[in-house]
């Protein structure tokens, strides 16, 4: 378990939601106080003050005699018997009846006060009204403590006591709170430390649907697409060692065959061009791992916009008809609907112009090959279709990998990077590509994110010739 540290996020959190569980406790403990003793209080203030107005209004203006009467049977009838206080005293402070013998001498009058007094020969804490006699004297007018006094301490006791416990509850609270968060943080955290040590294909375990749930679901993505990411690479370094072996063998035995050999000027000038075919081929191959490298880091994304993709499949058309028709391959389009796509114009119609390379490639002398575009409110398409020989189901799966060529294409010029290219272009724009038999034939299709029904348009001088297409083999 991680150690106590005010450091630690967790800690805080827990010590302040228990500050707030402890003053929500002391608050409501006041209000309750308050609300019981208070009450009590204000209701026994209430009753004197009724009691002194009634006797002072009935009896102001009569003999004191018929006051001390009214006092005795006050005293006599049962009713609060127990905690009634009265006193008359004349106007030289002698009492005249009640049941007081000893009580403050020079009291404030006509305002409620707490004192001491002593009740039937008992010591007491009384709330008393002292209001003055237009015959001369003072009433007396009050209730005994006691009882009350005994209430506000067994409130006390309790809350005292429920305080006590609530304490310890909300002690026990941040502490299971700590550990909880603890518990869920510390998950993700060795996740990363294995990860830190080599472990890539290690994953945060996920329970329940809440934020760290949530959480743990996100990091997950990103270590699948890192893990990817991962593999490329060293798919890729090695492929570029092998790949680059063979040509750069073949560039070095060209050129020490030219200098072994009689050193005419034809013979060099053949090795030199011999040599430099090869590094034009070594520059083309490192040009699409380039290709491929900045769709999958997603810099273009930036100039993302609406794209006309109808356009971009006969623009296309007009670039590889000459090639088409040299190969013996028919290249038509199959609609104009209306399509748009959001993303990057270029790098689409690279895309579109190796699947088109690709299919005149390999479809063979009489084929035909047909490109469509379509969309409709959440994808837009871009389909090349050829009536070839196909390719077999097992190797559609790959055919999208990196240097990856079948057996029946390896004399065919290339390196296996066209259809890669294509893959990351469509994922770059939030999409993929989707490779199945035409029966016959293949199907390639880039599905994208489609575009508003009104976007703005590119500039007609921006759409002449795509910056990226290679028309070199794929």
């Known amino acids: 378990m991680a150690r106590f540290s005010l450091n630690s996020v967790a800690t805080r959190l827990a010590l302040g939601n228990g500050a707030l569980l402890a003053l929500l406790i002391l608050f409501t403990s006041a209000v309750f106080y308050f609300g019981t003793v208070g009450v009590l209080d204000r209701a026994i203030g209430g009753k004197i003050v009724s009691i002194s107005n009634r006797l002072i209004t009935t009896y102001g203006h009569r003999p004191v005699s018929e006051l001390v009467r009214e006092i005795d049977l006050e005293l006599t009838d049962g009713i609060d018997s127990d905690t009634e206080i009265f006193l008359v005293t004349s106007a030289s402070g002698a009492p005249l009846g009640g049941n007081l013998s000893r009580w403050p001498l020079h009291p404030p ?3 409620l006060l707490k004192d001491d007094v002593i009740r039937n020969g008992r010591r007491s804490v009384a709330r008393l ?4 006699l237009p015959q001369g004297g003072l009433l007396y007018i009050g209730r005994d403590l006691s009882e009350q006094q005994s209430i506000r301490d067994l409130v006390l006791r309790a809350l005292q006591a429920a305080a006590a416990v609530s304490l310890v509850l909300v002690a026990f609270g941040a502490w299971f709170f700590r550990a909880q968060i603890e518990r869920r943080l510390g998950g993700i955290r060795r996740t990363a430390s294995e990860i830190e040590a080599g472990n890539l294909g290690r994953r945060i375990s996920i329970s329940g649907d809440d934020e760290f749930a949530r959480l743990g679901v996100d990091i997950n993505r990103m270590l699948d697409r890192i893990e990817q990411l991962m593999s490329g690479v060293r798919h890729v370094s090695n492929a570029i060692a092998h790949d680059l072996r063979t040509p750069l063998a073949r560039v070095r035995a060209g050129l020490d065959d030219a200098l072994r050999r009689e050193r005419t000027a034809p013979a060099l000038a053949e090795a030199a061009r011999m040599a430099i075919e090869g590094i034009d081929d070594l520059i083309v191959l490192l040009n699409k791992l380039l290709q491929i490298a900045e769709a999958e880091s997603g810099m273009r994304t930036e100039s993302f916009e609406s794209v006309d993709v109808n356009r971009i499949v006969h623009d296309m058309i007009e670039l590889y008809d000459a ?13 104009r609907e209306p399509a748009r796509a959001h993303g990057d114009h270029d790098l689409l119609a690279s895309a579109v112009a190796s699947l088109i390379d690709n299919a005149i490639k390999y479809a063979g002398r009489g084929a035909a090959v047909e490109l469509e575009a379509t969309a409709d409110t959440e994808a837009a398409w871009i389909i090349v279709r050829d009536n070839g020989p196909g390719v077999p189901a097992h ?3 790959r055919l999208s990998e990196r240097f990856y ?10 390196n296996g990077l066209g259809l890669a290219i294509v893959s990351a272009i469509a994922t770059l724009h939030g999409g993929a590509l989707v490779l199945s038999n ?12 489609a575009a508003q029904p009104t976007p703005p348009q590119r500039p007609a001088a921006m759409r002449e010739q795509p910056s990226l297409v290679d028309l070199s083999n794929p």
Not at 438 to 449: D, E, K, V, W
């Open 438 to 449: 035409a029966r016959p034939g293949l199907r390639a299709a880039i599905r994208l994110r």
């Open 395 to 397: 190797e559609l799966p």
């Open 405 to 414: 060529r079948m057996d029946r294409a390896r004399h065919q010029p290339g």
């Open 323 to 335: 090639a088409a028709e040299h190969a013996g391959v028919s290249l038509r389009a199959l609609s």
């Open 109 to 111: 009058l006509g305002k």
């Open 129 to 132: 009204l002292v209001e003055p």
